[in-house]
C-alpha cells in the first residue's frame, strides 16, 4: 500500500510539473492510500500529515480550475 500510494503521489506532482491538472486528483489518490497506510500500522504522524496533503491538493485542484479568486 506504501509503494501504491508513493507511486501516486510522484505521478502526481509530475503531472503538476507539467502543467497538468489532473495531478492533483492522482496525489489526492497517493495520499488516501498513505493515510490507510498509517492507519493499518496506527502511525498518527503519517494519517495527520497525508490529511493535510489531500487538503492541499484539493486547493490546488479548485485553484487551478480558472474560476478561482486570486
Do not use: E
Amino acid at each position: 500500500m506504501d509503494w501504491i500510494g508513493t507511486a501516486f503521489i510522484l505521478s502526481g506532482l509530475w503531472l503538476i510539473g507539467s502543467k497538468k491538472r489532473i495531478g492533483f486528483p492522482v496525489g489526492i489518490v497517493g495520499c488516501l492510500f498513505w493515510a490507510a497506510y498509517g492507519y493499518q500500522h496506527n502511525i498518527l504522524s503519517i494519517m495527520v500529515v497525508n490529511v493535510v496533503f489531500l487538503i492541499v491538493n484539493a486547493r490546488g485542484w479548485r485553484r487551478w480550475g480558472g474560476n478561482a479568486v486570486t
